[in-house]
């Protein structure tokens, strides 16, 4: 079965550093998303992405965020200088469709951010 | 941010019998329910949905209903199965788009 894949599965950076994580959704998807989930709380909607563009974004997505699907393949999420706070397990999702309960999310295994 | 709530955190049952989870909910706006799974240092894995225009909907062993009066949703496993054994998210989008609002998440053993 078609998998969305994540890297790296574990990235530990300074506190003021920038990171790129790094996602290949499943193929013939064509909506991807990021979720986060800080340990011991909820999973949290960070941003949705469509057509080359950002479709929706959660308050968390500020300005230190960004994401891009820099070639046919892939797709990445930013944080130019990464907090404390920052720290997370970071979900990649993507999706065949919007709005239909009949094509659910498909998550990757997460990548584990810890910044210091 | 308490639009769904799993009240439960941890729910534990013997092998071949029911697990009830269950999810409530505030926002009249959401459309769409769904059920995750998710096992340690996976990804949730996409179990079983419902549209608000129902409310039963059975795939094999999982059953999911939903009491939109009472903003109140429930999955049966029967039976429950040590692989079973996972945490449980119930999550909740609106009709236009796939952003979900999950709940805190339910841990279940199932004890053979």
């Known amino acids: 079965e078609p998998e969305v894949t994540q890297t790296p599965s574990h990235q530990v950076t300074q506190m003021g550093q920038e990171v790129i994580l790094r996602c290949v959704p499943i193929?013939?998807?064509?909506?991807f998303y990021w979720y986060r989930q800080i340990l011991g709380q909820k999973v949290e909607f960070l941003v949705s992405?469509?057509?080359?563009?950002?479709?929706?974004k959660s308050e968390i997505f500020d300005d230190q965020f960004s994401v891009e699907r820099p070639d046919g393949s892939n797709f990445t999420l930013k944080i130019r200088s990464t907090k404390l706070e920052d720290s997370a397990m970071y979900f990649c999702?993507?999706?065949?469709?919007?709005?239909?309960?009949?094509?659910?999310?498909?998550f990757g295994n997460g990548t584990r951010l810890t910044v210091t | 941010d308490q639009q769904v709530k799993q009240n439960s955190p941890s729910l534990s049952v013997q092998e071949g019998r029911i697990s009830i989870l269950n999810c409530d909910y505030t926002?009249?706006?959401?459309?769409?329910f769904l059920w995750y799974k998710k096992y340690p240092a996976e990804g949730p894995t996409f179990l079983i949905s419902?549209?608000?225009?129902?409310d039963k909907n059975e795939d094999g062993r999982f059953t999911v209903f939903l009491n939109k009066s009472a903003k109140h949703l429930s999955l049966h496993i029967v039976p429950s199965q040590p692989g079973d054994s996972a945490v449980y998210f119930c999550?909740?989008?609106?009709?236009?788009?796939?952003?979900?609002?999950f709940g805190g998440g339910t841990r279940v053993l199932v004890k053979p």
């Open positions: 999702a993507s999706s065949e469709e919007s709005g239909s309960y009949n094509s659910p999310l498909h």
């Open positions: 193929s013939n998807h064509l909506y």
């Open positions: 992405f469509y057509n080359n563009e950002i479709s929706e």
């Open positions: 926002n009249s706006m959401f459309d769409y």
């Open positions: 419902i549209s608000s225009i129902k």
């Open positions: 999550a909740a989008s609106r009709a236009a788009g796939n952003k979900l609002t």
